[in-house]
């Protein structure tokens, strides 16, 4: 079965300061492809940044950067100088084959 | 602009009476989805579609039905609906291109409530 667990439930930082949310997934597949997604208090889903399995080059998006253990099957998101904006609910998420799963998510706090 | 429409945003019904969540996108995505999310479950795919007429299971399709007759609509069906089907609904689509399952699209929602 393929699933993904993020294991912090709630997380704060102080603004300007960097955090890190952890994920895990389990897949037998070789092939697939990780997500961030943020949602903010407006409920939208706004994709954070990507990742492909095949890629051993850890992903980055501009304060937001990823640290990919295929072996393990961790993918954490690291967002840097947290600004207040950065509020909301982060959920990771992968698609195997062509169904997604998402983890339970980890609300974020920035702190002024 | 790119986007993915869904109506309603809002519906409060009875149980039993049917109702239709309609999804519409804009972009020729091949693939639309359907999502649930619940307080501590995260989103789980109800069913998913990878082009006109093919449609599959996702994790949680029980009580739901969806149909893909045109390429930008994904309607989700509620035949009879129940008090456990209270949740926050999510269409999403992406485009599943030679590079691959490309990030989801996402719809702003629509919060059912069923009494």
């Known amino acids: 079965a393929q699933t993904v667990t993020q294991s912090q439930p709630e997380m704060s930082v102080q603004e300007a300061e960097t955090v890190t949310l952890s994920c895990t997934y389990d897949?037998?597949?070789?092939?697939?492809?990780l997500f961030w997604y943020k949602q903010p208090p407006s409920r939208q889903m706004i994709l954070v940044i990507r990742?492909?399995?095949?890629?051993?080059q850890n992903a980055t998006e501009n304060r937001f950067s990823v640290n990919f253990q295929k072996a393990a099957k961790s993918f954490s998101l690291k967002i840097s100088d947290s600004q207040l904006g950065d509020t909301a609910m982060y959920f990771c998420a992968f698609i195997s084959g062509n169904q997604f799963y998402f983890g339970t998510g980890t609300s974020l706090t920035v702190i002024p | 602009e790119a986007q993915v429409t869904q109506n309603p945003r809002y519906l409060i019904t009875v149980t039993g009476k049917k109702l239709t969540v309609t999804c519409s996108q804009n972009m020729n995505h091949e693939y639309m989805s359907w999502y649930r999310q619940d307080p501590g479950l995260g989103l789980r795919q109800i069913y998913y579609?990878?082009?006109?007429?093919?449609?599959d299971k996702g994790d949680v399709p029980e009580g739901y039905k969806v149909s893909r007759k045109e390429k930008r609509n994904f309607p989700l069906i509620l035949e009879s609906p129940s008090p456990n089907q209270t949740s926050l609904y999510f269409c999403?689509?992406?485009?599943?291109?030679?590079?691959?399952?490309?990030?989801?699209?996402f719809g702003d929602g629509t919060r059912l409530s069923i009494l």
């Open positions: 990742q492909e399995a095949y890629k051993q």
């Open positions: 897949t037998s597949e070789n092939n697939y492809y």
């Open positions: 999403a689509s992406s485009s599943t291109g030679p590079r691959g399952h490309q990030p989801q699209h």
């Open positions: 579609s990878m082009n006109v007429e093919v449609t």
